[in-house]
């Protein structure tokens, strides 16, 4: 029987993302090999989010320059308004197959590989179209509410 338990490497050690999941592992491995396996290429939901923006800031900021995308049908072209799709089939992925060798986004490493094709991709659109579309960072902000007894504001802020 295989069991899967996933942890995070702390100061020279592993620790286990779950004690309970752990302790099961260890009475049924118990005198087992265990394998350790790298998984940073697993994405967080933000990252993988920024990274969708960024296919639609990029369609956008084609658009409103005027630019298309040309699509050979039958000897013919076709004239494309550009969409995030377009943006992540026609320009993220060939990309990223060339530069990490990786054909799907959900195999990327969670940092480098998309800082490597994020920049190759800003630097062509800034030769070739004049424009800079920068990577969508997740702003955390936290607001404070601080009332008094009778449930007057008395301060809004953002963190």
């Known amino acids: 029987m295989n069991m899967l ?21 260890l009475e049924i491995n118990e005198n ?19 990274i969708h923006k960024y296919f639609e800031m990029v369609s956008t900021s084609l658009t409103e320059k005027g630019l298309t995308f040309d699509l050979k049908i039958g000897g013919k072209i076709v004239k494309l308004d550009w ?5 992540k089939e ?6 990223m197959k060339a530069l990490v060798g990786k054909s799907s986004t959900t195999q990327m490493d969670k940092v480098e ?6 920049d190759h991709i800003n630097k062509f659109l800034s030769e070739n179209f004049q424009l800079h579309v920068p990577f969508p960072h ?3 902000e936290k607001e404070i509410v601080l009332k008094t ?11």
Do not use: C
Not at 83 to 87: A, E, G, S, Y
Not at 90 to 95: D, G, L, N, T, V
Not at 149 to 159: G, K, M, V
């Open 5 to 25: 338990v996933y942890g995070k490497i702390k100061d020279m050690g592993i620790v286990p993302n779950s004690q309970r999941e752990w302790l099961d592992f």
């Open 32 to 50: 087992k090999d265990v394998q350790i396996k790298r998984t940073t290429y697993v994405r967080t939901e933000a990252q993988n989010n920024a």
């Open 149 to 159: 007894n009778d449930d007057h504001l008395l301060n809004n802020q953002i963190l």
């Open 138 to 140: 997740e702003e955390k």
């Open 113 to 118: 590989d998309i800082n490597k094709i994020y």
């Open 83 to 87: 969409t995030p799709n377009l943006v």
């Open 90 to 95: 026609a320009m993220w992925k060939p990309i």
